[in-house]
Each structure stands twice: as structure tokens, then as C-alpha cells.
């Protein structure tokens, strides 16, 4: 079992920079991912990173140069440090684990999930 715990979310104003973190407990060590879903839309995997050592991540094309996904296994967290924010930015992120594949990019992939957190993103 793992839990996950988002912190970090907030107001910003377009061309600031958040750092989301997520707080993992229970078994550690797996491929992580970070979401997000907007008001009426899918939610969408924004960045992931592998398992283990994180030597691997995957960045969706609108944040790419943007955010950056890096993981402190040591203290058992995953962040994502977000730069440039605009309002198409604004969403739920979610802190989600992979347990089963080596980096996932699928969010069928994804069996763990925390709780979301909000950023808003003021024009």
C-alpha cells in the first residue's frame, strides 16, 4: 500500500512558478507520475518520472521546458516544480504511483492516487 499527499498548491499569477510536492508513505520506490484535470476535461498525465533511482521522465508537450519532475528518495517525495505558469495551467494536480512498470505514461498504469491539490493560475 502506498499513500500519497500533495502540498504546494495555490494562486499565482501568469509568469510565476509553483513546486508541488508529494509525500509518499508505505512502500516507496515505484514509478511516479503527476496529473492534473481542469474543469469538464480528462485528466492528464503532466510529467512522470521512474522508478527507483528517477533517471528516466516523461513531460507532456505543454509543459515541456516548463516543469521540471525530480524525486528525493531518501525523503520519500516526488516534486514537480512548475515555471512560466499561464491560466491553461489552472487545475487539480494529483500525485500518483506505478507499481507495476518502470515509468508509466498511462493513467491506467497508475494505481495510487493522493488527494489533488488546486493551482490557479490568474491571468
Known amino acids: 500500500q502506498v499513500h500519497l499527499v500533495e502540498s504546494g498548491g495555490g494562486l499565482v499569477q501568469a509568469g510565476g512558478s509553483l513546486l508541488l510536492s508529494c509525500a509518499a508513505s508505505g512502500r516507496t520506490g515505484y514509478a511516479m507520475g503527476w496529473f492534473r484535470q481542469a474543469p469538464g476535461k480528462e485528466r492528464e498525465l503532466v510529467a512522470a518520472i521512474s522508478m527507483n533511482d528517477g533517471s528516466s521522465t516523461y513531460y507532456t508537450s505543454s509543459v515541456k521546458g516548463r516543469f521540471t519532475i525530480s524525486r528525493d528518495n531518501a525523503k520519500s517525495t516526488v516534486n514537480l516544480q512548475m515555471n512560466k505558469l499561464s491560466p491553461e495551467d489552472t487545475a487539480v494536480y494529483y500525485c500518483?504511483?506505478?507499481?507495476?512498470?518502470?515509468?508509466?505514461?498511462?493513467?491506467?498504469?497508475?494505481?495510487?492516487w493522493g488527494q489533488g491539490t488546486q493551482v490557479t493560475v490568474s491571468s
Open positions: 500518483a504511483a506505478d507499481r507495476m512498470t518502470y515509468m508509466g505514461t498511462k493513467i491506467s498504469e497508475y494505481e495510487y
